[in-house]
């Protein structure tokens, strides 16, 4: 089916304690390059998430108190297994969110590689031990798994954003409970049916499915078994989560919105910084909340840097990722293509030029052109928002503190990137963006060694790299008393 080697992978159901879960009502799964269904995948609600959380409280025990080196064989079981299957998932991940094959390849390998990191990582949960202002008292650190974690993750990244949390969790001695968005649920599933197949035992991994947003969010959200709960999304929505986890003072971690800067700055090396941006904007046809949303270049080169960018952008092939040599997939909706279109128009109306795109693609309407604006301002609302499209507004600057004041000038904080050689402005300019990550001469910075995550209303918590444990664990302190010396 679909030109997979293994039809099994394809799942239509809920995986809740190691069953799936068949439901009364389905809904469809279709495919963003042409609109046609590729499954009906039972709905699972709000009863079916409330069993979810059940089976990872049942489970927690067993879980957290097996070894770390135990988890981790599990778990390199589950990375040797996604890795094996790797063009399987990466054909259903293009099938139901449209990247091309090539990218959706790469995604299952930097998903599997925070399973492979944490799986190693676990066993690295290291305590400590404090020098007492007491004789007689002894201080000691110990991290415990927080127990149940739940988790929303979203249709950009269907199969790494669900692993950097469940793997991070599930090293920590947490059970894990997820529901992905309802437009790509099928690399969620596969990725239980690989779970399974690696021995992780029943309840430890859930995942629900379902069209129920706000009656599963509300359970995942508020419910006591819940210890923790983490979410990729915007910011509007990872608000409202935060303050419904309120009722139970859940731990949470939020990747949340972006928009951030690309500047290059006049010494840069304007080749590669044109690679940098082709590729930190234009990946997942601009649907990344880390994608370049405004290039600063400095007047100086911005009509060079322009022309090149334009003539690069130029070359890239849109259509239907499963075909061979497309760059540019289709957007996940139309919907999402009329709010590209709106911003695009408003600001075009605003007095920025269409030097690129700015419309539809012919293919069909979920898929809009690669688009360049110049003459644009920041604050114009292609500037001023998370655009999550394909689309590139280029503003010029003329010194470092102008374009820092600019780049700031937002209520987000997740990635900005810049391209200097001067070492001072390097690091002058690290250090005055207000972002979590930053790519100085590089336009992909994402990486399971790395720690991921934002500041500001781009959210908090990190995930991969060393930190990342610490959103799924709690740190307790052991008071060790009566050691007074005894008179010899
Ligand atoms: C995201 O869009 O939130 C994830 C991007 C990444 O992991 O590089």
Not at 11 to 25: C, F, M
Not at 49 to 74: I, Y
Request: charged fraction near 20%; aromatic fraction near 8%.
């Amino acid at each position: 089916m679909y030109g997979l080697t293994d039809n099994e992978l394809l799942k239509s159901a809920s995986y809740i304690n190691g069953q799936w879960l068949e439901g009364k009502t389905t809904f469809d799964v279709s495919n963003p390059a042409n609109g046609e269904t590729i499954l009906a995948v039972n709905n699972a609600g709000v009863e079916e998430t409330k069993l979810a959380v059940t089976a990872a409280k049942n489970a927690l025990q067993d879980w957290k108190l097996k070894s770390a080196n135990e988890r981790g064989q599990l778990m390199r079981k589950w990375f040797d297994l996604m890795m094996a299957n790797q063009s399987d998932l990466g054909r259903i991940l293009t099938l139901e969110q449209g990247k091309p094959l090539a990218e959706a390849n790469g995604e299952i390998a930097y998903g599997a590689a925070f399973v492979d990191w944490f799986a190693e990582e676990g066993k690295r949960l290291y305590g400590d031990t404090i020098p007492s202002p007491s004789a007689d008292k002894r201080i000691v650190v110990i991290k415990q798994a927080i127990g149940v974690v739940a988790a929303i993750t979203p249709w950009n990244f269907p199969n790494a954003m669900i692993a950097r949390k469940a793997a991070a969790a599930m090293a920590a001695g947490c059970t894990f409970v997820v529901r992905p968005a309802s437009q790509t649920p099928l690399s969620a599933l596969a990725m239980a049916e690989l779970a399974e197949r690696a021995g992780i035992p029943a309840g430890v991994f859930n995942v629900v499915v379902g069209t129920n947003a706000r009656g599963m969010g509300e359970v995942l959200t508020t419910h006591p078994d819940v210890a923790k709960f983490t979410f990729t999304g915007s910011t509007e929505v990872g608000k409202s989560l935060i303050s419904q986890c309120a009722t139970t003072v859940k731990k949470v971690s939020m990747e949340l919105g972006g928009n951030a800067p690309f500047i290059v700055f006049d010494d840069a090396d304007v080749d590669a910084a044109i690679e940098g941006a082709l590729l930190s904007k234009y990946r997942n046809a601009g649907q990344t909340c880390v994608c370049t949303n405004r290039i600063f270049v400095h007047e100086s080169i911005a009509e060079e840097f322009t022309q090149k960018f334009v003539a690069a952008v130029a070359g890239l092939t849109m259509g239907d990722g499963l075909k061979e040599g497309v760059h540019i997939g289709p957007m996940i909706s139309a919907q999402a293509c009329n709010d590209v279109d709106k911003l695009v128009e408003k600001s075009v109306e605003e007095g920025a030029v269409v030097a690129l795109g700015g419309q539809r693609g012919e293919q069909g309407d979920n898929y809009y052109l690669p688009t360049i604006l110049t003459g644009v301002k920041n604050s114009m609302p292609i500037a001023s928002n998370e655009i999550f499209g394909p689309v590139s507004p280029i503003i010029t600057f003329k010194d470092e503190e102008e374009v820092l004041a600019m780049a700031n000038d937002t209520e987000f904080g997740l990635a900005a990137y810049f391209y200097a050689r001067d070492i001072g402005t390097i690091w002058r300019v690290a250090e005055g963006l207000e972002y979590g990550m930053i790519g100085i001469n590089e336009g992909i910075i994402s990486n399971a060694a790395a720690p991921f995550g934002g500041v500001k209303q781009s959210g908090n918590g990190r995930e991969g790299s060393k930190y990342g444990l610490d959103d799924y664990v709690e740190i307790k302190y052991l008071c060790m008393g009566g050691l007074e010396r005894k008179a010899s």
